[in-house]
């Protein structure tokens, strides 16, 4: 009987931990709505050239995973772009409003399903790369706050941010 | 027997939901550099079978619970508990028994000096203290006091989904008598492994470990044994729990007074298998 007591302990540990989904924030229209209210938007269908994402990874600094971009073009100038970047174990989507001016205009954490971390949401921290440009550092301990105890997603968040201007420069503008 | 096994089963199949999401500890006695958020709590089951002598049949099972937190980001600490379950037969040197023993208690804590996401690489220190009732061999009394300080490093790459971890440390034990001839012990201990997230939620890697020990602290006169395992680990994590099974073969070993040449059977075994499973709140 004894091996029981033993053995089933992790068995009640298991058992009690049964619960946990990912928490998704916001759906696409939200997140056009939260960066830019009012605006119209319609939906551009954009595909990268093997060269196109060599310039990105070139400007961003990091690896750009996918040939496709999730944008839409924005009534009036502008940009709004749908992304993920690598979570810890899940992918983080998040959108980036770009203004005319190639500047950040905003940034939304649509999805988020990483156990730790989700201060990343903090309306004052995303508020801090609000009228970056592809000319900015965009690095931790730079000129974006680091969340301490969010470490990793706050760098993927600000390479992401900072990808997705190099896709901008590289693939929208000139549109 | 049997019943180990339905357990473990029973245990196993709790966890398989889809539902289910996470955190981690990529190998099964390789350590990574970061450390719990502040106020965050973890609690681990490790469940470890060493099997396999140079005669005989042997089986020791080891049963872990540990409760680790985090007081600030830098600072975890941690708890444990540990039982065996012990049962060998034919095996020279040992009586044959079937039984459990109490093992001991254990506290951990764990500083990162640098992040390996933002630093370049990841340094931690990590020190263990604890309380070995029965040894894990047979299972037989004793009172070993030890302390085992760890330095850590990490190195990412690929986007934080390549990790190598390298451990280096030592283990300073006091009471290994009467289940050991010797009072008193220093150990070298170590390992690395390397881990690949293939695909979401999931990575796999291989990793090495490696003990040395000197009865009575006699680094020059005294040299019992060294062990260096090596085997391959699997490990899939979700938003409230994660999980780590672990293979691990003696690829070489050498000890005073055996038989064998290339490996080391005294107090270690030729295979062990490492099944880790860690709750997030």
Redesign the interface.
């Known amino acids: 009987m004894?091996?029981?007591v033993?053995?089933?302990?992790?068995?009640a540990?298991?058992?009690s931990?049964?619960?946990?989904?990912?928490v998704n924030y916001m759906n696409v229209a939200q997140a056009q709505q939260a960066i830019f209210p009012g605006k119209a938007m319609t939906a551009a269908e954009v595909k990268l050239t093997s060269e196109q994402r060599k310039e990105i990874e070139r400007q961003g600094g990091?690896?750009q995973r996918s040939d496709t971009v999730k944008a839409w073009r924005v009534a009036g100038g502008g940009w709004f772009i749908v992304d993920e970047v690598?979570g810890?174990?899940?992918?983080i989507t998040f959108a980036v409003g770009i203004s005319a001016d190639g500047s950040v205009h905003g940034i939304e954490i649509m999805e988020y399903?990483?156990?730790?971390?989700d201060e990343v949401r903090n309306a004052k921290w995303r508020a801090q790369f609000t009228g970056k440009t592809k000319s900015a550092p965009l690095q931790?301990?730079k000129d974006i706050r680091?969340i301490?105890?969010?470490?990793?997603s706050s760098?993927?968040i600000t390479?992401g941010v900072r990808r997705l201007l190099a896709i901008h420069d590289v693939a929208l503008k000139s549109r | 027997m049997k019943k180990i096994a339905l357990n473990i089963l029973l245990a196993v199949s709790l966890c398989t939901p889809d539902s289910l999401h996470a955190d981690e500890n990529l190998f099964g006695f390789v350590y990574g550099a970061e450390t719990l958020p502040a106020g965050h709590t973890d609690v681990y089951q490790f469940m470890t079978l060493r099997t396999g002598k140079d005669a005989g049949g042997y089986y020791g099972w080891d049963f872990e619970t540990e409760v680790e937190y985090g007081f600030t980001d830098r600072f975890q600490g941690s708890i444990s508990i540990e039982n065996r379950y012990i049962r060998n037969k034919n095996v020279p040197g040992l009586d044959d028994t079937s039984h459990f023993t109490f093992g001991g208690v254990a506290a951990t804590g764990k500083y990162r000096i640098l992040s390996p996401f933002k630093d370049g690489i990841g340094l931690a220190l990590r020190l263990e203290g604890g309380f070995v009732y029965h040894d894990e061999v047979d299972g037989l009394l004793e009172h070993d006091v030890y302390i085992a300080p760890t330095v850590i490093l990490q190195k990412n790459f690929l986007d934080d989904t390549l990790v190598a971890e390298l451990n280096l440390g030592t283990e300073w034990a006091w009471g290994k008598d009467p289940a050991e001839q010797y009072y008193k012990e220093f150990a070298a201990q170590g390992g690395f492994g390397i881990s690949y997230r293939f695909a979401r939620n999931w990575s796999a890697g291989v990793e090495t470990h490696f003990r040395a020990e000197w009865p009575m602290f006699n680094l020059f006169h005294n040299f019992e044994h060294v062990v260096v395992y090596a085997g391959p680990t699997v490990h899939y994590a979700g938003k409230k729990w994660w999980a780590t099974l672990n293979y691990d073969y003696q690829v070489y070993g050498t000890g005073v007074d055996e038989i064998s040449a290339h490996q080391t059977f005294a107090e270690e075994t030729r295979h062990v298998f490492r099944l880790k499973v860690g709750f997030n709140f």
């Not at chain 1, 931990?17 to 990912?22: L, M, N, S």
């Open positions: 004894k091996a029981n033993f053995l089933l302990t992790p068995a540990l298991l058992g931990a049964v619960a946990g989904h990912g990091i690896r690598l810890k174990h899940e992918f399903l990483e156990t730790y971390g931790l301990d680091n301490s105890g969010a470490t990793l760098r993927h390479d």
